[in-house]
């Protein structure tokens, strides 16, 4: 049964920005900070800088990159989550962030990773494998209701099963944005056996013929 872990909030520090443009944000990076934008709930979009270590600290903890982040600019305060991160090409930095401004009693939308545990016995006892469909998951909750991932057991899988989208839990307050029946994780059959199947059909088709 999937197991869910609530996000944590996390502060940061981020810094007006008097200046836009390329040659500004080129000029922040050199020094080791992050251009950014805050913006939501109708207010003007506000240019910031954050500390690269320290936005990378805040998102490489268990919430990753949907960690509830309580965000300091001068006297004051903004509730975000990070979206739209840009990274350099090369380097795979981030070279630039959005940061929406959120509500606690509002319901926003996130993606979230789903992760495998356990070990499907039987199924590697049969010479199967494990095929993990569906990576991430996307959700609507309220911001501190956000899973920070999702742990998928797969102990119990055998040859030919399936988990699928409708097999989650309901979790209280966060809804799937994804079918019931999308699949998340099959326990394909050792390709030896596929071959086997294949093969016998084919003969079968031939006989018919």
């Given amino acids: 049964m999937p197991r869910l872990r609530l996000m944590p909030e996390i502060a940061l520090l981020a810094e007006p920005r008097e200046q836009h443009g390329t040659p500004d944000s080129r ?7 992050v251009p950014a934008v805050v913006y939501g709930h109708g207010a003007d979009p506000l240019p910031v800088s954050v500390d690269a270590r ?3 600290h805040a998102l490489g903890g ?4 949907n960690a509830l982040l309580d965000l300091h600019v001068g006297s004051e305060r903004h509730l975000v989550i990070a979206r739209e991160l840009q990274h350099h090409p ?3 930095t981030v070279s630039h962030v959005d ?3 959120v509500r606690r009693d509002e319901v926003v939308s996130a993606e979230v990773p789903l992760h495998l545990v356990g070990e499907a016995t039987e199924l590697v006892r049969a010479g199967g494998t494990v095929e993990h469909v569906l990576l991430s998951i996307a959700v609507h909750a309220r911001p501190a209701d956000i899973p920070s991932s999702l742990e998928i057991d797969i102990s119990a899988l055998g040859i030919g099963q399936a988990l699928h989208v409708g097999d989650l839990p309901a979790l209280s307050g966060v809804s799937f944005d994804a079918d019931p029946e999308t699949v998340v994780v099959v ?5 030896s ?9 084919e003969s079968a088709s031939a006989d018919g013929a």
């Fill in 193 to 201: 056996a596929a071959d086997a199947g294949e093969s016998a059909g």
């Fill in 27 to 33: 000029r922040l990076r050199a020094t080791g900070r």
């Fill in 62 to 65: 268990a919430a990753g990159s």
């Fill in 90 to 92: 090369v380097r795979h």
């Fill in 54 to 56: 320290q936005l990378r």
């Fill in 99 to 101: 940061f929406q401004v």
């Fill in 187 to 191: 326990a394909a059959m050792p390709r």
